[in-house]
């Protein structure tokens, strides 16, 4: 039976556990119901895994590198955070795909000749791991600009030549004209990444030097690539030729020639199973079992922006279906195969200031990343994922956690007064003074419609690319080589070496790679929690559990006054 006495006790134990340990276990907690212990808990399950990870040694039979052309760090950043709030979160919290992969690094963009990067070079650095200058394509350090007679002796080897060698099967997938800068770099070789036709080339280097276009369609590698997918059919067909999908559009060829025939005759003569689609339907009904190469050309100039995109079956496959459809034909490849994969809007539509469209693209290419992700092994697929150069676009202000990544700041500017977006561009169309106050009085606008433009700070048609360095994720065999910050050049020689192809080819032997795993041995949980009181420190405990553990043990003692019961800490 209780007495009085045995009950007070046990009442004024029961009001002072409440005090010290449940009530602060509600008051404690934050808005986002994220308190100490979640950065402890989270903070200890990235260390497990980082601990836990063993490198891959393994040889690449698989090569896949992902661009996301204009993608830097701020780019990167507001996509995490408007694919978490698409999916009800604060956003911030979110993770993009390749986010989580294990290795990441940074590289650096600058060209030969211009301190910031151009796409043209950069893809020459990506891809052929070397530095070239300022809008020239597949050349070296003596190829000059607009020099026809130069590019034909400082022409250098791409991962797309190494991948070939060795049989492998090659492919390119873009959201841009497959004869753009960033995908060009794979096969051609030019004093200027705009002679994608013959239209764009001065009369006295058209006898002497091949528009892109061409290159694709006659010269190695462009030749032998299975898979190529992407925009700009007006660079295949003639003047004097109708788009089949725009009939008001006609062809930029001044040569007469249709290359898109052209490319089919070649497959032929060659008994290869091939197909050339150009609409969504017709995409989606090839036999990627009996396709050995796919031509896609979806529209006359650049693919349209995911957010645009014609889903039905006269529009356009998205990046990701183009990804699954290359993947698919190029895997049956005995010896495996290197794939690029470039979503190429994001820097178009920086360059006009709209970070709606580039974001959304951003998006577009993680769905391409997750599609891969779902296709390949771990122990054969290298995957890689950065971007040719940055952009002018900075992510900035006092706004709250969870404030629409499109909206305003929580606070106008203490200068003028107005409201101001938390994106905004350094440079491009955005600039506009022309209102009573300077800049446009941002109050009901709505800054997350599609075709809203972010305000700039200096006037010009459209932004200029970003300077800094550029994020470079790894996941699968030798991902462990991408770590530090290293030239842009290092990439394909990185990606060759794992996949032991390329200049790197005899010196990747696995053999001197043989390593033992470290195991590291922890103290004994006693040592570990004097330690850590001893140190004014925190135990490596879930206040959680605390609190159960706490609550428990009152209402135990609640009920038997003879129930003992030896509560402990649950030490991991």
Not at 212 to 227: C, F, K, S, T, W
Request: hydrophobic share 30%; charged share 25%; aromatic share 10%.
């Amino acid at each position: 039976m209780w007495s009085f006495n045995n009950y007070g006790i046990h009442y004024c134990l029961y009001k002072w556990y409440l005090l010290l340990f449940v009530v602060p276990c509600f008051l404690n907690q934050s808005t986002y119901g994220q308190d100490r212990w979640h950065w402890y808990e989270e903070s200890k399950g990235n260390l497990l895994r980082n601990l836990k990870h063993e490198r891959n040694y393994n040889i690449a039979r698989n090569l896949i590198l992902f661009v996301g052309d204009g993608m830097g760090l701020t780019t990167i950043t507001a996509a995490r955070i408007l694919r978490g709030q698409q999916r009800g979160q604060t956003g911030e919290e979110n993770s993009l795909a390749f986010d989580k992969f294990e290795h990441v690094a940074l590289a650096k963009t600058y060209n030969i000749d211009s301190q910031v990067g151009d796409s043209g070079a950069c893809a020459t650095a990506l891809l052929s791991g070397v530095k070239s200058r300022y809008e020239t394509l597949g050349l070296d350090d003596s190829g000059l600009y607009e020099n026809c007679l130069s590019s034909i002796t400082s022409r250098i080897p791409c991962l797309t030549d190494w991948a070939q060698q060795e049989g492998k099967a090659t492919g390119l997938v873009t959201t841009t004209r497959v004869t753009h800068a960033t995908p060009a770099a794979m096969y051609a070789h030019s004093a200027s990444r705009y002679w994608e036709s013959d239209d764009k080339m001065p009369e006295d280097a058209r006898s002497t030097c091949k528009d892109i276009a061409r290159q694709l369609v006659e010269d190695e590698p462009g030749r032998h690539i299975n898979v190529i997918l992407g925009g700009g059919r007006r660079h295949f067909l003639p003047q004097n030729e109708r788009d089949p999908e725009r009939p008001a559009d006609i062809g930029r060829r001044q040569d007469g020639r249709n290359l898109i025939e052209e490319w089919q005759k070649d497959k032929k003569a060659r008994d290869l199973h091939h197909r050339f689609v150009w609409k969504k339907e017709d995409f989606e009904a090839v036999d990627t079992g009996r396709t050995d190469y796919l031509l896609g050309l979806f529209d006359h100039s650049h693919m349209t922006y995911e957010t645009d995109r014609d889903k039905g079956p006269t529009g356009e496959p998205s990046l990701a279906e183009m990804t699954q459809k290359a993947i698919e034909i190029l895997r049956r490849n005995p010896h495996g195969y290197f794939l690029m994969v470039e979503g190429g809007r994001i820097d178009h539509a920086h360059h006009f200031n709209n970070a709606y469209r580039a974001l959304t693209d951003t998006l577009a290419l993680e769905d391409a990343v997750n599609r891969a992700l779902e296709m390949t092994r771990t122990d054969d697929t290298l995957l890689v994922v950065t971007s040719d150069h940055s952009h002018v676009f900075a992510f900035g202000g006092h706004p709250r956690r969870g404030n629409p990544i499109f909206g305003t700041d929580d606070h106008v500017s203490d200068v003028d007064g107005l409201p101001y977006t938390t994106l905004l561009y350094s440079n491009g169309p955005g600039y506009n003074r022309n209102f009573p106050l300077g800049r446009q009085n941002l109050t009901g606008v709505d800054t997350g419609d599609k075709n809203y433009v972010q305000q700039s700070a200096v006037p010009r048609r459209w932004d200029t690319h970003g300077g800094e360095d550029v994020p470079v994720y790894a996941h699968g065999p030798m991902a462990h080589l991408f770590r530090g910050v290293f030239e842009q050049t290092y990439i394909p020689h990185a990606m060759a070496y794992a996949a032991c192809i390329g200049p790197n080819k005899k010196t990747c032997d696995r053999g001197r790679h043989r390593h033992q795993t470290q195991k590291l041995d922890c103290p004994p949980v006693e040592e570990r929690v004097a330690s850590t009181w001893r140190n004014g420190g925190v135990m490596e405990t879930s206040f959680v559990s605390i609190c159960c553990t706490t609550v428990i043990t009152v209402l135990l003692i609640w009920q038997n006054e003879k129930y003992y019961i030896n509560t402990g800490f649950n030490m991991v």
